[in-house]
């Protein structure tokens, strides 16, 4: 499984961007694709993630409202749409995927990095 983002850039607060995940490689074991951040200084954690055969959706209560993840299954892509974008959203935003029957719906502590396999090299989000 390969997984490249795409994307990234620098906007002012309130602004949109708009990641891309393009996902390649066996699709049984990059199901459930999800979106993690790491903010200067802070452990990475997980934002939103789709099971991609069934469409089921998570996001973080952080960004709960401002951000949706889609995708394009012909294309092979994932993407996270980001809106009312504020300076603590500055990150750099990974794209991380595995079986979706290893990634149970998230509970209270949300997405575990431990559980995902495969990650893409990051993409960097800059909101002044």
């Known amino acids: 499984v390969q997984l490249v983002e795409s994307g990234g850039g620098s906007v002012q607060a309130g602004g949109s961007l708009r990641l891309s995940c393009a996902v390649s490689?066996?699709?049984?074991?990059?199901?459930?694709v999800a979106w993690f951040r790491q903010r200067p200084g802070q452990e990475r954690e997980g934002v939103a993630a789709?099971?991609?055969?069934?469409?089921?959706?998570y996001y973080s209560d952080d960004v709960k409202g401002r951000f949706t993840i889609s995708q394009d299954k012909a294309k092979g892509i994932v993407f996270l749409q980001m809106n009312s974008l504020e300076v603590d959203d500055t990150a750099l935003y990974y794209c991380?995927?595995?079986?979706?029957?290893?990634?149970?719906?998230?509970?209270?502590?949300?997405?575990?990095?431990?559980?995902?396999?495969?990650w893409g090299q990051g993409t960097q989000v800059t909101v002044s």
């Open positions: 991380a995927a595995e079986g979706d029957g290893l990634i149970p719906l998230p509970g209270p502590d949300g997405l575990s990095r431990a559980e995902f396999r495969y």
């Open positions: 490689g066996d699709a049984f074991i990059s199901s459930c």
């Open positions: 789709i099971w991609r055969r069934g469409g089921s959706t």
